[in-house]
C-alpha cells in the first residue's frame, strides 16, 4: 500500500527566507508524485507535479520540488517565501499501477506553512 | 475561476438527518469523480471513487449505506451523508478528472457539522 508522510503539522519562515516543506512517500514502483496547495475556504490547487524525468520540478507561483529516489523523498521548497504562500500544503502520490486511468491519489496530512511578515 | 463547484461549503444539520453534498465539473465531462474526508490535523481520505453510469467504489471502512454516491450526468456527483450523527461531522472534498487536460480538479469542500 502507498503513503505519504509530511513529518511536519507546521512550519513557520520569515519572508524573504528560503522555505522547505517535507514529505517522504513509500509505494511500490515508480510513483507519480504532486503537491497541492488549500488556502482558507478554497479547494486544493495543484502546484507541481513529478512523474519522471528531471528530478527538479519546478511549478507554480516560483514552487519547486526535488524528487530524490534513495531518500524517497519529494520536499518543496520556494527561494523566497512570501507572505501570501502562507497556506496549507499537501503531497501526494499517485502509484500508476492503480489500475486503468485511475487517479487516486494518497495524501499526506498536510503542512501548514506561515510566512512572517 | 473554479472549474469544479462543490455546494454548499458549509452545512449544519441536526441528527438523524441526510445531508446532500454535490460536485459539478463546469467546463468538461468527468466519467470519474473522487470523494475525500478530510479530519483536523489529518491526512484527506478517499472515501470512494464516482463514476458516471455505475456504481461507485468504496475505499474499505467506508460505509455505502451511510455515504450515498450518485453520478447520473458526466458533470455531476453527490454525496448523501444519511442519517447524519455528530462523528460524520467533517470536511468533504469532491475531484474531479479531466480526461482531456490529464488533470485532477477539487471542489472547494463542505464543512459539514452534525448537531
Redesign the interface.
Known amino acids: 500500500a502507498q503513503s505519504v508522510a509530511q513529518p511536519e503539522d507546521q512550519v513557520n519562515v520569515a519572508e524573504g527566507n528560503p522555505l522547505t516543506v517535507k514529505c517522504t512517500y513509500s509505494v511500490s514502483g515508480n510513483p507519480y508524485l504532486f503537491w497541492y496547495v488549500q488556502y482558507p475556504n478554497r479547494g486544493l490547487q495543484f502546484l507541481l507535479k513529478y512523474i519522471t524525468g528531471d528530478n527538479l520540478v519546478k511549478g507554480s507561483y516560483g514552487f519547486e520540488a526535488e524528487f530524490n529516489k534513495s531518500q524517497t523523498s519529494f520536499h518543496l521548497k520556494k527561494p523566497s517565501a512570501l507572505v501570501s504562500d502562507s497556506a496549507l500544503y499537501f503531497c501526494a502520490v499517485r502509484d500508476p499501477y492503480s489500475g486503468a486511468g485511475s487517479y487516486q491519489l494518497t495524501f499526506g496530512k498536510g503542512t501548514k506553512l506561515s510566512v512572517i511578515p | 475561476g473554479?472549474v469544479?463547484s462543490?455546494h454548499p461549503?458549509r452545512v449544519i444539520c441536526k441528527s438523524g438527518t441526510s445531508v446532500k453534498i454535490e460536485c459539478r465539473s463546469l467546463d468538461f465531462q468527468a466519467t470519474?469523480m473522487?470523494w475525500?474526508r478530510q479530519f483536523p490535523?489529518?491526512?484527506?481520505?478517499?472515501m470512494a471513487?464516482s463514476n458516471e453510469g455505475s456504481k461507485a467504489t468504496y475505499e474499505q471502512g467506508v460505509e455505502k449505506d451511510k455515504f450515498l454516491i450518485n453520478h447520473a450526468s458526466l458533470t455531476l456527483s453527490t454525496l448523501t451523508v444519511t442519517s447524519a450523527h455528530p462523528e460524520d461531522s467533517s470536511f468533504y472534498?469532491c475531484?474531479a478528472?479531466d480526461?482531456g487536460r490529464e488533470?485532477?480538479?477539487?471542489?472547494?469542500?463542505t464543512q459539514l457539522s452534525v448537531l
Open positions: 473554479a469544479v462543490q461549503s470519474t473522487f475525500y490535523k489529518q491526512s484527506l481520505m478517499l471513487t472534498i475531484s478528472r480526461e488533470k485532477l480538479f477539487f471542489g472547494s469542500g
